[in-house]
């Protein structure tokens, strides 16, 4: 029977299917290496239109490299996607048999995942003759040694996005008997070191990876957001379509030479044509704004508006925010005169109150008006909120709803990226836990009575066949 079930794992390789991953096989699938693994939710919608894209690019990887996928809806993976700290759909992570875990970072169109891991299987050290001198993609690092060190292949592994990494043989003797590192960036500038650690060579690509003035888009958002010890700066400049290397050019001198004496930012730009709907939802700026500066630090935003964006008066600007003497702002909407529904409108400046109760759970669904998702939801979620309502529950249980793209989070520990995206406060708690469930009613109403710690009687069979009962006609 054993041997017929390796036969059949075979075949499905051979023909190129997504390998299903369950409890019983995932360590021994991931356990070999050069697997893709897609964790996803039967109903999310950037899960369904990404489907046909990974099934096609399966039948065209590299040799022994696998794509496979884990259904975190069922009850059976719940405990493997937790193991694995899935927090979003869907969330695909690259297993090599070394045991280490590498979050993908391509794209999710046809060809990207047979392109992604094409990259990751190619050896991430390249034997070098010379330390390159033209280099015009990425940055290089070199390493001159008498032979390959573990920390230096250690390190090129978690950087490979970021730098190529050499080797190049010498004898011993040269460079004083040291082992040396060469970064060599596209714009000729070379720093060596001869710290050769994994601390050392990680922070180097750190210190380096980012442009003096970045431009900030789908690609680099990620990358920027996760860079330790800096706040954002989003320099926002008026330009019109396809006009932005202009803008930018214009003012790059005087910001870069603010970013040489500024390491605790990143400077940044970015599109406010192409991306002008989502700054107005994540900052609160509109077109009509523009030009402007705005500083992230944590959930707080400091703004530079009405003046011109020049060394001058964006240096007095953060000069004024380290003071004390620019005041951060915060984007809410009114509280509502009347908020007795049956899911309850949260806005910035009530999230604590309403969030934060030490005699109800609450669920909060944070939304957008124009997301096509969250107007498939609504009526699910209303629905979840007039039941508990109807049963009396909503004295344990509250459903709420905070509009993301014109309310800041003034919580430190709820971030949202996409919509809608929901969170779990249980009662006399602070600790928001993220919301993995259905988004139809009876499917919250489940899952509710599933984590919260109340004694929650929820009749989910009574409320379908309620559902079903034909409606007498007056």
């Known amino acids: 029977m054993k041997g017929f079930m390796i036969s059949a794992f075979a075949a499905q390789l051979a023909c190129g299917e997504v390998v299903e991953l369950t409890p019983d096989n995932f360590d021994q699938i991931t356990g070999k290496g050069k697997a893709l693994v897609k964790f996803f939710a039967p109903w999310c919608g950037h899960c369904k239109n990404m489907a046909p894209h990974y099934i096609a690019d399966s039948e065209k990887l590299e040799?022994?490299?696998?794509?496979?996928?884990?259904?975190?809806?069922?009850?059976?993976?719940?405990?493997?996607?937790?193991?694995?700290?899935?927090?979003?759909?869907?969330?695909?992570?690259?297993?090599?048999?070394?045991?280490?875990?590498?979050?993908y970072d391509g794209g999710r169109g046809s060809g990207s995942f047979a392109s992604w891991t094409a990259d990751m299987v190619k050896p991430v050290v390249q034997n070098v003759t010379a330390i390159p001198q033209n280099v015009t993609d990425r940055m290089e690092i070199t390493l001159s040694a008498t032979e390959m060190s573990e920390d230096f292949e250690k390190a090129a592994k978690a950087n490979r996005k970021h730098a190529k990494f050499n080797f190049m043989e010498v004898e011993a003797?040269?460079?004083?008997g040291s082992a040396q590192l060469t970064l060599t960036k596209a714009d000729g500038e070379k720093v060596e070191s001869t710290d050769v650690s994994v601390e050392a060579i990680n922070k180097l690509v750190s210190d380096h990876r980012f442009p003096l003035f970045g431009e900030l888009n789908g690609e680099t958002y990620g990358d920027y957001t996760s860079r330790e010890g800096r706040d954002m700066l989003w320099t926002l400049l008026k330009h019109d379509e396809g006009k932005l290397s202009e803008?930018?050019?214009?003012?790059?001198g005087d910001v870069e030479a603010l970013a040489k004496e500024n390491d605790k930012f990143s400077f940044t730009y970015t599109d406010t044509v192409q991306f002008a709907q989502p700054i107005e939802g994540m900052l609160g700026i509109k077109t009509e704004h523009l030009p402007c500066v705005v500083v992230q630090r944590g959930k707080k935003k400091f703004v530079m508006r009405?003046?011109?964006?020049?060394?001058?008066?964006?240096?007095?600007?953060?000069?004024?925010?380290?003071?004390?003497?620019?005041?951060?702002?915060?984007?809410?909407?009114?509280?509502p005169e009347k908020n007795d529904g049956p899911v309850r409108t949260v806005v910035a400046t009530t999230m604590e109150q309403e969030l934060f109760s030490d005699e109800k759970d609450v669920l909060v669904k944070v939304y957008a008006p124009w997301c096509g998702h969250c107007k498939t939801m609504a009526p699910e979620y209303e629905a979840a909120g007039?039941?508990?309502?109807?049963?009396?529950?909503?004295?344990?249980?509250?459903?709420a709803e905070l509009d993301?793209?014109?309310?800041?989070?003034?919580?430190?520990?709820?971030?949202?990226?996409?919509?809608?995206?929901?969170?779990?406060?249980?009662?006399?708690?602070?600790?928001?836990?993220?919301?993995?469930?259905?988004?139809?009613?009876?499917?919250?109403?489940?899952?509710?009575?599933?984590?919260?710690?109340?004694?929650?009687?929820?009749?989910?069979?009574?409320?379908?066949?309620?559902?079903?009962?034909?409606?007498?006609?007056?």
Not at 173 to 176: A, E, L, R, V
Not at 449 to 470: F, G, M, R, Y
């Open 386 to 399: 007039k039941e508990l309502k109807e049963s009396g529950l909503d004295s344990k249980v509250v459903l």
């Open 173 to 176: 003797g040269w460079f004083g």
């Open 63 to 103: 040799e022994g490299v696998v794509l496979a996928e884990v259904d975190c809806d069922k009850d059976s993976n719940k405990a493997l996607c937790e193991k694995n700290e899935i927090r979003g759909f869907p969330t695909l992570k690259w297993f090599e048999a070394d045991g280490s875990v590498t979050e």
């Open 306 to 335: 009405d003046q011109e964006v020049n060394k001058e008066n964006v240096d007095k600007f953060l000069k004024g925010i380290e003071s004390g003497e620019v005041q951060f702002e915060v984007k809410s909407e009114d509280v």
């Open 247 to 252: 803008a930018v050019e214009a003012i790059r």
């Open 404 to 474: 993301g793209s014109a309310n800041d989070s003034t919580i430190d520990s709820m971030e949202w990226q996409g919509f809608p995206t929901l969170f779990f406060i249980k009662k006399g708690t602070k600790t928001p836990m993220p919301y993995d469930g259905p988004r139809d009613k009876v499917g919250i109403l489940e899952w509710i009575k599933k984590n919260s710690d109340q004694d929650l009687a929820v009749d989910t069979e009574a409320i379908l066949e309620k559902d079903a009962a034909p409606t007498e006609e007056l």
